[in-house]
Nanobody
Framework: QVKLVESGGGLVQAGGSLRLSCVAS????????MGWFRQAPGKEREFVAT???????SHYADSVKARFTISRATTEKTYLQMNNLKPEDTGVYFC???????????????WGQGTQVTVSS
């Protein structure tokens, strides 16, 4: 079993920055690839970014490219640096882990509880 815990969310003005953290525990070897997804009220959960086990490969949603950066310090710790935040970035951000480096949420086996990000205009 794997447990994922996110932190770092909050309220920020448009143009500001936040850094989200995700700490994994348990059988982390079963989730070599990590991802971040977000869900706005009334909308489906959508892909934000993903990173490989080595940290050398990463992919981003077009809406966050050049503003967000995913990284990982260790197998257990993954981060999402969010710069130049916009009101449309508001939502609950979820950390996830799975065996495949992909933007498709169906391939992610484990999920955290989420952390709220609110961007005011």
């Amino acid at each position: 079993q794997v447990k994922l815990v996110e932190s770092g969310g909050g309220l920020v003005q448009a143009g500001g920055s936040l850094r989200l953290s995700c700490v994994a525990s348990g059988r982390t070897s079963s989730i070599p690839n990590m991802g971040w997804f977000r869900q706005a009220p009334g909308k489906e959960r959508e892909f934000v970014a993903t990173i490989s086990a080595s940290g050398r490969d990463s992919h981003y949603a077009d809406s966050v490219k050049a503003r967000f950066t995913i990284s990982r310090a260790t197998t257990e710790k993954t981060y999402l640096q969010m710069n130049n935040l916009k009101p449309e970035d508001t939502g609950v951000y979820f950390c996830s882990g799975g065996p495949i480096l992909t933007s498709e949420k169906r391939w992610y086996d484990f999920w955290g509880q989420g952390t709220q990000v609110t961007v005011s205009s």
